[in-house]
């Protein structure tokens, strides 16, 4: 180390921080950290429920897509209790024989909601709420739907609510005021 003539150490001779200095900023890191974690942990979880009204309306999209493409009737299956939404192909009307003989709808695609969203069945007026059991909603090859609400709801109170127009079957995502 050079001095000098003050017998100081001249400033491009420092080789780093103090232990103190890194001290200290280790605990201004640990502060904003700790302080913000609880912060992004609410976030993370608009996020999912977000992301699960984003997912359920593009199930919904393909389904009116595929009854379209396809030409048959689609079904999309919510399950209340199990957690779960399924797209299935209607089996192919026929004689009364025929549907007894004819196996179980075949499912295409399965979503499954995360554990901190719930999903509810409306009607617009909020009058009649479905929270158990399961519902069909049909996508049929002519473009049209059965037309439901859904509403989303994510444990912090947040509810996304998608809407599917009975005449044209195209979902839209809208989050409701909680």
Known sequence: MSRGRTGRRSLGDEKGLSLLELIVVLVIIGLVA????????????????????????ALLRYAHQQAILTKETQIVRIDFDGQT?????????????????????????????????????????????????????LFYPTGYSTGEAIELVSVLGRVYRIVIDPVTGVPTISREAS
């Open 34 to 57: 700790a302080l913000s974690a609880p912060m992004l942990y609410r976030e993370w979880r608009h996020v999912q429920s977000k992301r699960a009204a984003t997912s359920l309306a």
């Open 85 to 137: 939404t399924r797209l299935l192909r209607a089996a192919p009307t026929g004689s009364e024989d025929d549907e007894v003989t004819s196996p179980p709808p075949r499912a295409l695609a399965t979503y499954r909601f995360p554990p901190t969203v719930r999903p509810r069945l409306v009607n617009p007026d909020r009058s009649i709420v479905i929270e158990a059991g399961q519902r069909d909603i």
